[in-house]
């Protein structure tokens, strides 16, 4: 069985396993600042080599202006080699953290980019923003500084204690005393660091997450009066991570002060003990205000380590998330050897599917057989029946079984996800425009494509005059620093988006729900011509546009209830005359 050491272990060895492509990559650059700074460790440790030579002249009487002029000198030039090697190991190891945080980033969007809704159902989108800001800045410290703090306090560490010891050992192991204390306490206080430090990342991803949602309906919330409730559960969530931060400062508080208070302990040793020894001259005046040197140097390597844990702590806390992150698997994947789709015919066909979605009972779809081939295919029903799962599931958005969709009678699941995607232009009910110009926005599967194909597609979809009156025209920018467009023009730029692409099967899912009943009529019967030779799918609550499509299917609770023509629906299905007859009334009365 494992202990939790072990699995400490494991989930460390595994953390780093993220970070060593990097150090190999990048290995030249860290070697070089590594060098640098070492030497510049030496450089400082032989400082009180000179300082000792220094005090000595003077005690035994030797010494001269020139002397101590040379001593000066060679300080002076060594502290300008000091700030030289300085820079060389910031401009290359904090160079190198940059590096690393850029290639994380960039291995975190793309493989985020691959994922599917299942993912983006389990993970908001806060949560994700959070581990490439707060996690990997963690990281990026680690790699930096914390590396520097950590070559630092062990080349100084070994090094002052080797000249302590040559100048004393039995001085050097009274002033070393203390340090035991410093490793238990460190170790004891990290592991608390590091529980405390994931739960303040953790409420930092809810707090980005909240403060999105928010951003995204302010208008809701406005509308719904709900600014003073949000405000309070920002302030709730705000106090909750202040809370953690501060339990996570006072552990940190303890560590850094309990640091320099061992460190001043040791001090005390050496001042009565060093002292002593040069009462009783065993050991040189020089030799004590060197030995004294050397343990200021250690003081910092010292407090060092308490930071460098806490770095390292949070370091690898913060990788150990992304790590997840990068772990987490498409629920929704290629077959290994993927079957070539040939030239396409746009023939779809659904055979007893019956789909749940991940982390409910209830299947949203049960049973359901259609077909659907070059025409148009309609699909009404009740709202919650099923209708735009359906659409997803024919856009391959969620994993299905095997058995249950081919396309030109090929199982999708032994073609690639991208080779179906690839084959159909898919219009959302929600509608998500860029903040980009009209143009780009059409353009989006086809950047290539002419103002004359944009602005076609644009008048399939009936939006090519609305465009027109906007003061820059095609070139009219959308969205936060553009122009506001109405529920109904968003969807028709997203329709002519999805005409655009050229793509033999079309499946608008209620996307004109937001246009009034006698547009929505018009643009399906003038999609009729564009659609020649292609397959569509077409969901609407209403059902007059679809009074000319070759079959239309009614689902009722995630069943086929229904299929046939509008003629026949209306002399057979009690639920499509009804509300035929109903729409019809409506569009009257609106026409009176
Ligand atoms: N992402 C989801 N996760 C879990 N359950 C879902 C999800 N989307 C839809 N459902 C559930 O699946 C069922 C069918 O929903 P669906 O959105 O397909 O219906 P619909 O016919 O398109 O409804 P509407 O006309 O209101 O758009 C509903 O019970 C709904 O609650």
Known sequence: ????????????????????????????????????????????????????????????????????????????????????????????????????????????????????????????????????????????????????????????????????????????????????????????????????????????????????????????????????????????????????????????????????????MSLLLVLFFGGRLTIRETITAGDFVAFINYLFMLTWPMMALGWVANLFQRGVTSLERIRDLLEERPALRDPLHPVTLPVVRGQLRIRNLTFTYPGTREPALNEVSLEAGRGLLGIVGRTGSGKSTLCRLLARLYPIPDGTYYVDGIDVNRLSVDAVRRQIAYVPQNVILFSESIAQNIALGRPEASREEIESVARAAAIHEEIMAMEEGYDTRVGERGVRLSGGQRQRIALARALLTRRPILIIDDGLSAVDMETEYAIVHSLRSYLEGRTCIIVSHRVAPLSDADEIVILEAGRVAARGTHRRLLETNGFYAAIARHQAARRTADGA
């Open 1 to 264: 069985m494992l202990t939790d050491s072990d699995r400490g272990r494991h989930r460390l060895r595994r953390a780093l396993g993220l970070l060593s492509p990097f150090f190999r990559r990048y290995g030249l650059r860290l070697t070089a600042g590594c060098l640098a700074l070492i030497t510049v460790d030496f450089i400082q440790l032989w400082i009180p080599r000179i300082i000792k030579s220094a005090v000595d002249s003077l005690q035994e009487g030797s010494a001269s202006s020139e002397s101590l002029l040379h001593h000066g000198g060679l300080i002076l030039l060594l502290s300008i080699a000091v700030a030289a090697l300085r820079f060389l190991w910031r401009y290359f190891i904090l160079g190198f953290s940059r590096y690393l945080e850029r290639d994380i980033r960039n291995s975190m969007v793309s493989h985020v980019i691959t994922l599917d809704r299942t993912f983006f159902q389990k993970r908001p989108a806060g949560e994700i923003m959070a581990l490439s800001s707060n996690d990997l800045a963690s990281v990026q410290l680690a790699c930096g500084m914390g590396l520097v703090a950590f070559t630092d306090a062990v080349v100084m560490t070994v090094a002052a204690l080797a000249f302590m010891a040559y100048i004393h050992p039995g001085l050097t192991a009274i002033a070393m005393a203390p340090m035991p204390v410093l490793a238990v306490l460190t170790r004891f206080l990290a592991a608390r660091l590091h529980h405390r430090f994931r739960r303040v990342q953790e409420l930092f991803s809810h707090l980005t997450e909240f403060t999105r949602n928010c951003l995204a309906s302010l208008r809701l919330i406005k509308a719904y009066t709900q600014e003073r409730v949000q405000l309070e559960r920002f302030d709730r969530l705000g106090r909750a991570y202040i809370r953690n931060n501060l339990k996570l400062a006072a552990i940190q508080g303890t560590l850094f002060p309990m640091s320099g208070f061992i460190g001043n």
